[in-house]
T-cell receptor
Framework: GAVVSQHPSWVICKSGTSVKIECRSL??????MFWYRQFPKQSLMLMAT?????????EQGVEKDKFLINHASLTLSTLTVTSAHPEDSSFYIC?????????????FGEGSWLTVV | QKEVEQNSGPLSVPEGAIASLNCTYS??????FFWYRQYSGKSPELIMF????GDKEDGRFTAQLNKASQYVSLLIRDSQPSDSATYLC???????????FGQGTRLTINP
């Protein structure tokens, strides 16, 4: 299957600092990338959808100024959690698709555990 | 009503038996449906997807789709302890370039 790589796998940061998570599609060009957040024992919650070269579309309730998403190329998207606080501690997962979902599927990265202390 | 609903479980099945996981969705226009498996602390991994009414088989897994009833299921034959995980149903709503996930069903296969 297609490979989506996420980095870092886990990160600990101090409250008030910013942290960047990278998501790369290794063997296909991702027209669309998605960022999810998952709290323990809960399902995946879509945060935003990004298309290469355009602004991300954020889901309702997600602060776009706090969660900065950049999709600079067809193989790379980044999520920056700005001024992180302990309540932002979560499992962040990116995913990518090579085309329209009707004819393609979504592949997930390995996820990034963020702990804000 | 949630867009995608699953019984959170836990669902316990003896080893070797058939595990049946169910999912209902609210958007009648949804076109594509996915089943993912997620082990604790790990990212979801795709098991299979289905677009057309009926059954789709892949090894020990069979996905069943009934668009009239807005229902999709996953059957796991000859269940193994390694199948113990949370199974996520995901739906691509009509006209949307995204997947909406259910809350997942926690499955335990007992040796």
């Amino acid at each position: 299957g297609a490979v989506v790589s996420q980095h870092p796998s886990w990160v600990i940061c101090k409250s008030g600092t910013s942290v960047k998570i990278e998501c790369r599609s290794l063997d296909f060009q991702a027209t669309t990338m998605f960022w999810y957040r998952q709290f323990p024992k809960q399902s995946l919650m879509l945060m935003a959808t990004s298309n290469e070269g355009s602004k991300a579309t954020y889901e309702q309730g997600v602060e776009k100024d706090k969660f900065l998403i950049n999709h600079a190329s067809l193989t790379l998207s980044t999520l920056t959690v700005t001024s992180a606080h302990p309540e932002d501690s979560s499992f962040y997962i990116c995913s990518a698709t090579p085309g329209q979902l009707g004819g393609n599927t979504i592949y997930f990265g390995e996820g990034s555990w963020l702990t804000v202390v | 009503q949630k867009e995608v609903e699953q019984n959170s479980g836990p669902l316990s099945v003896p080893e070797g038996a058939i595990a049946s996981l169910n999912c209902t969705y609210s958007d009648r226009g949804s076109q594509s449906f996915f089943w993912y498996r997620q082990y604790s602390g790990k990212s979801p991994e795709l098991i299979m997807f289905i677009y057309s009414n009926g059954d789709k088989e892949d090894g020990r897994f069979t996905a069943q789709l009934n668009k009239a009833s807005q229902y999709v299921s996953l059957l796991i034959r000859d269940s193994q302890p390694s199948d113990s995980a949370t199974y996520l149903c995901a739906v691509n709503p009509q006209g949307a370039q995204k997947l909406v996930f259910g809350q997942g069903t926690r499955l335990t296969i007992n040796p």
